[in-house]
């Protein structure tokens, strides 16, 4: 199995690479269009500021290509949100895979939210084997409103998506690579999904 | 319901771990990716390794370091000591450590920390703070509390989260190494004060210490060393302790 982990210069890369590593796979970091298009899985990350994130991914032409692939890609944390609508932070425009905008935590939580939360509602492939209420790894200032994309949501002052599915594209505010066994578990099942999930 | 974190915390010198650490079960007491591995199955939240190296190849050992944790270790884990620059940190997160943690520097030049959040997001940028109470007030100190500054605790912690620290790790020097309890009456201003998550650090001595902190001190976090390292805590017995306290933790 051919995994890419897209390296547009936004991201801990090297934790999902050691993370697919554990799991008994090899992933290859590439900003090239032509590795990216033949790679079975592919998986979008995102650590930062989401309009310099947005800016490095045009600079490489990656804005039009990720939209139109066809196998499985995984976006985390800031990857999910790119896939959004449009990103309240820095007022940015997402790539519009999953119909939704992304907002800020407002009044009577702490911001950014860092830590262990409970992923509930689970409705995907993806989520084989894992248990409502078990334990997922996040830290992050802005989320995505529960949408028709929404295949599990987090509660943090409001119950909101802690990940999206639409087609062949998934996301996750979480962080598989450090959400412990039940993240492993999590990546696991994404990079065992066929075509047809 | 966001979980409140166990936070065991390493020093670190010259790439080992250097305060006595009593685990018969290991093969290296010495290597720290040995220690992370144990204490992450053993249901800490996040660990913080903490540089006290003074070579000059402290850097790249500390970055070598960093990759051997991630390459091992699936929880996240802050790295700090020394770090003073945007490469310093740039090498830290791409080695994939997930927060990196300033002190001195910050408090030198306070600039960096709106430097560092601009560049890589305040949700990776921990700035720690140490502090003793001199003649009732609190005072932020240099040098592992050896040295005063002539910083209020509370209006530089207001100033850091101005300046866009995503998370502050405060140390009591009054409390440190006491076994005594954390600093709850300031822990609770702090997080009464401010919006961003608060890890406590010193005086935990027993189970009840935590649970005290998490309640009274109103604290996201808890780190320690020695209770961890001497095995005094087991990391879960005191998450059921916590969880019977009704304070949530990922068990």
């Known amino acids: 199995m051919k995994i890419v982990i897209i390296n547009y210069g936004a991201g801990n890369i090297?934790?999902?690479?050691?993370?697919?590593?554990?799991l008994g796979y090899e992933a290859v970091l590439s900003d090239d269009p032509k590795e990216i298009k033949t790679a079975d899985k592919v998986i979008f990350p995102g650590v930062g500021e989401a309009s310099s994130a947005m800016n490095?991914?045009?600079?490489?032409?990656?804005?039009?290509?990720?939209?139109?692939?066809?196998?499985?890609?995984?976006?985390?944390?800031?990857?999910?949100?790119?896939?959004?609508?449009?990103?309240?932070?820095?007022?940015?425009?997402?790539?519009?895979?999953?119909?939704?905008?992304?907002?800020r935590f407002n009044s009577g939580v702490k911001v950014p939210q860092i830590g262990w939360n409970q992923i509930e509602a689970l409705k995907s492939p993806l989520f084989e084997g894992i248990t409502e209420k078990d334990h997922i790894y996040l830290v992050h200032s802005y989320y995505a409103p529960v949408t028709k994309d929404?295949?599990?949501?987090?509660?943090?002052?409001?119950?909101?998506?802690t990940a999206l599915h639409k087609d062949n594209f998934y996301g996750t505010q979480f962080h598989p690579e450090k959400s412990s066994d039940v993240g492993e578990k999590i990546l696991s099942n994404f990079l065992n999904l066929t075509t047809n999930n | 319901m966001l979980t409140k974190r166990i936070v065991p915390c390493l020093d670190i010198k010259n790439g080992r771990t250097v305060k006595g650490v009593n685990f018969v079960d290991l093969r290296d007491a010495g290597d720290p990716v040995e220690l992370a591995d144990i204490y992450s199955k053993a249901g800490a939240d996040e660990l913080v390794f903490l540089d006290i190296s003074a070579t000059e190849e402290r850097r790249k050992t500390l970055a070598e370091l960093v990759l051997r944790v991630a390459e091992k270790v699936n929880i996240p884990f802050t790295v700090g000591g020394g770090i003073s620059s945007i490469e310093d940190v740039d090498i830290l997160l791409q080695n994939g450590a997930d927060?990196?943690?300033?002190?001195?520097?910050?408090?030198?030049n306070p600039q960096l920390i709106n430097d560092l959040a601009a560049k890589f997001g305040s949700q990776c940028i921990t700035v720690a703070i140490d502090a003793k109470q001199i003649d009732g007030e609190w005072i932020v100190h240099l040098v592992g509390g050896k040295v005063p500054t002539e910083l209020n605790l509370f209006d530089w912690a207001k100033e850091v989260e101005q300046r866009g620290a995503g998370e502050i790790l405060f140390t009591s020097m009054d409390h440190d190494g006491?076994?005594?309890?954390?600093?709850?009456k300031?822990?609770?201003k702090l997080s009464n004060e401010l919006n961003i998550p608060i890890i406590a650090s010193g005086g935990a001595g027993n189970v009840q210490h935590f649970v005290d902190t998490f309640k009274e001190g109103k604290s996201d976090a808890a780190l320690a060393a020695s209770?961890?390292?001497?095995?005094?805590?087991?990391?879960?017995?005191?998450?059921?302790?916590?969880?019977?306290?009704?304070?949530?933790?990922r068990l």
């Open chain 2, 99 to 108: 927060k990196v943690s300033v002190n001195s520097s910050a408090v030198k």
């Open chain 2, 186 to 188: 300031a822990l609770a």
């Open chain 2, 178 to 184: 006491t076994k005594d309890g954390f600093a709850n």
């Open chain 1, 14 to 22: 090297q934790s999902i690479k050691f993370a697919i590593q554990r």
């Open chain 1, 150 to 161: 929404t295949v599990a949501c987090t509660t943090y002052g409001t119950q909101y998506s």
């Open chain 1, 56 to 103: 490095k991914l045009k600079a490489s032409g990656l804005d039009t290509l990720v939209p139109q692939l066809k196998q499985p890609v995984l976006g985390i944390c800031l990857g999910m949100q790119l896939m959004c609508n449009h990103t309240e932070e820095g007022d940015t425009k997402g790539l519009g895979i999953f119909d939704v905008d992304v907002v």
């Open chain 2, 227 to 249: 209770v961890f390292h001497f095995k005094e805590i087991e990391i879960n017995d005191l998450k059921k302790e916590l969880q019977e306290n009704d304070i949530p933790v």
